[in-house]
Structure formats: structure tokens, C-alpha cells
């Protein structure tokens, strides 16, 4: 089962160095993990997404390809890692990191592909009760390439410039805490390459 075995877990070892890096990191607090997953188990769950079905998603603020809530497939793959992101165990050591309370009864996840010229312009991710945003990166980006995740500096509620950048790395996991001011884009992609990722919000606890 994932929720016994997919966790690296050497990283319940290192919480108070994750912690004390999470709150000195800018912008805003976040976190970059490397080797998050076991490589063979991650290995299934990017075989999982070759199954899934991929949506156009295209407006003005965006354009990339993503599967629906993988929260609702059928594939044991999947149902597995929804388990894994409600579990005690990922859910512990989100919280001991961010200090935030979070739900085990609810988190939204999916897959996407952003490929040459897809985008996603500045925004906030604020909406009800999402309370950490998260994405598990399935693939390697050279910055020149594009499809970086970039943390934008504020001033009086607003984005100003970009002060960060996230390279996608594979088997790696960067989250942040949902606020009115974690303003953040993925740079456009360049060329034929992939940004390949599993996407989605924990959420605050009701409790």
C-alpha cells in the first residue's frame, strides 16, 4: 500500500530542518523536497497517468492539458494515492512543516501537461478552505526550457516581480500555504519538451 510505502522516509527524520527552511524561504513560505517518493512506487503512479484521459484546459489566464480530479478514478493506482495524501502519515508531517491544520477528509489533485507555449499567468490559488497548495514534479526542466514555477514578491496585496524560481525536477515535491498573497505562475514552455506534474490543494480542517 502506498500509504505504508511510497514515503521516502528519511524525510520524517529532517522536520524541524524542513520546518525552520519553510518559514525562512521568500516571498512566502514554501518548500522544495527532492526524492520524495521511492522511485518504483513513483514509477507506478506515472504509469497511472499514461491511462488517464487529458482535457484541453485554454483561457485567457492559461493553456496546458489536465486529467479530472484524480480523486474520482477508478485506477487502484490512484485510489491508493489519494489514500496516501489523506493519511495520517503525509498529512503529520505537511502540518509539523507549515503549522497548518488540515482535513482528512478532502484534497483535489490532478495530473498536467504543459508543453510548448502552455502557461499559466499570475495567480493566488485563494479560494475556500484550500490551505496548501502542492505539486509532485514527474519530470526534469532545464530553466532555458521554461515551465518553472515562479513565487512572486507583493506590495499591498498585489504581485510586484518574480523573486523565485521552482525548477521542475523529477521526484520532487514543492508546497506553500494558500493566502491572499502567494502569487505564482508557471513560465511558459519552450520547445518539445514536457512539464509533467500531479497537481492539487490540501484542505483546512473543519475540526
Same mark, same amino acid.
Given at each position: 500500500?502506498?500509504?505504508?510505502?511510497?514515503?521516502?522516509?528519511?524525510?520524517?527524520?529532517?522536520?524541524?530542518?524542513?520546518?525552520?527552511?519553510?518559514?525562512?524561504?521568500?516571498?512566502? &513560505?514554501?518548500?522544495? %523536497?527532492?526524492?520524495? @517518493?521511492?522511485?518504483?512506487? *513513483?514509477? /507506478?503512479? !506515472?504509469?497511472?497517468?499514461?491511462?488517464?484521459?487529458?482535457?484541453?484546459?485554454?483561457?485567457?489566464?492559461?493553456?496546458?492539458?489536465?486529467?479530472?480530479?484524480?480523486?474520482?478514478?477508478?485506477?487502484?493506482?490512484?485510489?491508493?494515492?489519494?489514500?496516501?495524501?489523506?493519511?495520517?502519515?503525509?498529512?503529520?508531517?505537511?502540518?509539523?512543516?507549515?503549522?497548518?491544520?488540515?482535513?482528512?477528509?478532502?484534497?483535489?489533485?490532478?495530473?498536467?501537461?504543459?508543453?510548448?507555449?502552455?502557461?499559466?499567468?499570475?495567480?493566488?490559488?485563494?479560494? &475556500?478552505?484550500?490551505? %496548501?497548495?502542492?505539486? @509532485?514534479?514527474?519530470?526534469? *526542466?532545464? /530553466?532555458? !526550457?521554461?515551465?518553472?514555477?515562479?513565487?512572486?514578491?507583493?506590495?499591498?496585496?498585489?504581485?510586484?516581480?518574480?523573486?523565485?524560481?521552482?525548477?521542475?525536477?523529477?521526484?520532487?515535491?514543492?508546497?506553500?500555504?494558500?493566502?491572499?498573497?502567494?502569487?505564482?505562475?508557471?513560465?511558459?514552455?519552450?520547445?518539445?519538451?514536457?512539464?509533467?506534474?500531479?497537481?492539487?490543494?490540501?484542505?483546512?480542517?473543519?475540526?
Amino acid at each position: 500500500m502506498f500509504v505504508n510505502d511510497l514515503f521516502n522516509p528519511s524525510h520524517k527524520l529532517k522536520v524541524d530542518e524542513y520546518q525552520e527552511e519553510y518559514k525562512q524561504n521568500s516571498p512566502f &513560505p514554501h518548500l522544495a %523536497i527532492d526524492e520524495f @517518493f521511492i522511485e518504483e512506487k *513513483l514509477d /507506478e503512479v !506515472i504509469s497511472a497517468l499514461e491511462d488517464e484521459e487529458f482535457f484541453l484546459k485554454e483561457a485567457d489566464l492559461f493553456q496546458f492539458i489536465q486529467t479530472s480530479d484524480l480523486s474520482e478514478s477508478s485506477n487502484p493506482i490512484f485510489r491508493e494515492f489519494v489514500s496516501f495524501l489523506l493519511s495520517e502519515e503525509f498529512q503529520s508531517f505537511i502540518e509539523a512543516i507549515t503549522s497548518c491544520k488540515l482535513s482528512r477528509k478532502k484534497v483535489d489533485v490532478t495530473g498536467n501537461i504543459y508543453s510548448d507555449t502552455d502557461y499559466l499567468i499570475c495567480h493566488d490559488d485563494k479560494l &475556500p478552505e484550500r490551505k %496548501i497548495a502542492f505539486i @509532485f514534479y514527474l519530470t526534469d *526542466l532545464k /530553466e532555458k !526550457i521554461g515551465g518553472s514555477l515562479n513565487l512572486f514578491e507583493s506590495e499591498h496585496s498585489y504581485p510586484t516581480i518574480v523573486t523565485k524560481k521552482i525548477i521542475p525536477r523529477y521526484n520532487r515535491l514543492m508546497f506553500f500555504e494558500v493566502t491572499p498573497t502567494s502569487f505564482h505562475e508557471v513560465e511558459e514552455v519552450v520547445g518539445e519538451y514536457f512539464r509533467v506534474s500531479l497537481t492539487g490543494w490540501l484542505y483546512e480542517s473543519d475540526e
